[in-house]
T-cell receptor, first 108, second 113 residues
Framework: GQNIDQPTEMTATEGAIVQINCTYQ??????LFWYQQHAGEAPTFLSY????GLEEKGRFSSFLSRSKGYSYLLLKELQMKDSASYLC?????????FGAGTRLTVKP | DAGVTQSPTHLIKTRGQHVTLRCSPI?????VSWYQQVLGQGPQFIFQ???????GRGNFPDRFSARQFPNYSSELNVNALLLGDSALYLC????????????FGPGTRLTVT
């Protein structure tokens, strides 16, 4: 089967760092995406990993280990506006599979 | 520049009816993908079109069909609507294909009664 697993919910404090994990088991792999989705809105692109290692973009970083089928999204200096769902998606042969998303709540 | 646009915003249909959803990609984008998102779940891939040809298809029944026009806009058609088709339908465009950064439209909220 093909599975993409993420924690359902996470809570963190404003100003802190949070790591959202994603594990995947898919028949193939061409790349992994992270998207942010605020309630009632469309997803917006955060990052894309195709090779192993860490990709940094401002307060957001994403890591990939293809051998372990594992990725994480790291959010630093959390802000209240970071409260949203974070979606992990694996791309393979013109097929994009999303996880169910992790709902992050940032508290003051 | 305008982003991805979708119409209509909301739609209410009855079981057994047919529906057509429309999407206009960002100018210069040649690929359009369609997704179904049920509340509390991630988007599920339905179709991908690139240069007016179907390049990918998710695990959806034949009641779902789509096409892409010469101006790269796209339609998603769903026949014989079921209650379970109630969802947010998202369209995403990209320059080349699903494996590139995608820009999502605001979605069409379909309710089947």
């Amino acid at each position: 089967g093909q599975n993409i697993d993420q924690p359902t919910e996470m809570t963190a404090t404003e100003g802190a760092i949070v790591q959202i994990n994603c594990t995947y088991q898919t028949s193939g792999f061409n790349g992994l995406f992270w998207y942010q989705q605020h309630a009632g809105e469309a997803p917006t692109f955060l990052s894309y990993n195709v090779l192993d290692g860490l990709e940094e973009k401002g307060r957001f970083s994403s890591f990939l280990s293809r051998s372990k089928g594992y990725s994480y999204l790291l959010l630093k200096e959390l802000q209240m506006k970071d409260s949203a769902s974070y979606l992990c998606a694996v791309y393979n042969n013109n097929d994009m599979r999303f996880g169910a998303g992790t709902r992050l709540t940032v508290k003051p | 520049d305008a982003g991805v646009t979708q119409s209509p915003t909301h739609l209410i249909k009855t079981r057994g009816q047919h529906v057509t959803l429309r999407c206009s990609p960002i100018s210069g984008h040649k690929s359009v993908s369609w997704y179904q998102q049920v509340l509390g779940q991630g988007p599920q891939f339905i179709f991908q079109y690139y240069e007016k040809e179907e390049r990918g298809r998710g695990n959806f029944p034949d009641r779902f069909s789509a096409r892409q026009f010469p101006n790269y806009s796209s339609e998603l058609n769903v026949n014989a609507l079921l209650l379970g088709d109630s969802a947010l339908y998202l369209c995403a465009s990209s320059t080349m294909g699903t494996g590139n950064e995608q820009y999502f439209g605001p979605g069409t909220r379909l309710t089947v009664t």
